[in-house]
């Protein structure tokens, strides 16, 4: 840690996480299920739950540092995961992972900093548009360099002069699925979103996959 006023306020979140995780654990699984189906709304009342634990979870985070939040999930190997994510901001970075550093070994859970890749994501991705379609590989990319900056370009395949601020988002959110918050708010200064109605398509543009040699080059970076 980088001080002993950070290292304390880590270990006071720990505190309130491992009196308060065994609460998360239950309820989860509980509302691990198809609120679709809930027709009584147990489910709908246990997410509830969760997400009032979550909310508090995000305060005592904000105790420790504000720019820091909780995300959660269930991992694969059916583990609840505790994602401490930055939100791209490169400044917090070092925050979440001395917070990590002090987290205790919880059974059942899965803690890391910073929203990792979504492994096979690049095999097999797809975006729901606005008109509600899901459409596999309807993005493609390329990157600008300027003096100052390097833009991630996302070109998406829209009749439409403008990106609906929906598919922007979950344009951004699927680029960084397959890159990793690290990688993407360290990779690339900015991230800008247009469509084939308004775009020329340059010389140099992929689909949206093969954004995997990304991030083969950004692994060979950090071993040297």
């Not at 691990?32 to 709908?44: M, P, T």
């Not at 246990?46 to 820091?68: G, P, W």
């Not at 395949?157 to 403008?162: K, Q, V």
């Amino acid at each position: 840690m980088a001080d002993d006023k950070v290292n304390e306020k880590a270990v006071q979140f720990w505190d309130w996480f491992g009196q308060h995780q065994q609460i998360l654990v239950d309820e989860f699984n509980d509302v691990n299920v198809d609120l679709s189906d809930d027709e009584d709304g147990v489910a709908q009342q246990t997410f509830s739950r969760v997400e009032k634990v979550l909310d508090e979870m995000m305060v005592h985070l904000h105790k420790y540092d504000q720019r820091l939040f909780p995300y959660c999930g269930f991992s694969p190997e059916g583990e609840i995961e505790l994602i401490v994510t930055a939100e791209g901001n490169v400044e917090a970075f070092e925050s979440a992972y001395e917070l990590i550093d002090e987290a205790p070994d919880y059974e059942g859970w899965k803690i890391m900093a910073l929203k990792p890749r979504a492994v096979g994501l690049a095999d097999d991705f797809e975006i729901r548009t606005q008109e509600g379609e899901v459409v596999p590989g309807s993005i493609q990319y390329s990157i600008i360099k300027m003096e100052q900056e390097t833009i991630l370009l996302l070109v998406m395949e829209s009749d439409e002069d403008e990106i609906a601020e929906e598919d922007a988002y979950m344009g951004v959110n699927l680029v960084e699925a397959l890159l990793g918050e690290q990688d993407l708010a360290t990779g690339f200064d900015a991230i800008d979103i247009v469509t084939t109605a308004r775009y020329e398509q340059l010389d140099q543009q992929w689909p949206l996959a093969d954004l995997s040699s990304l991030t083969r080059e950004f692994d060979r970076r950090r071993l040297h």
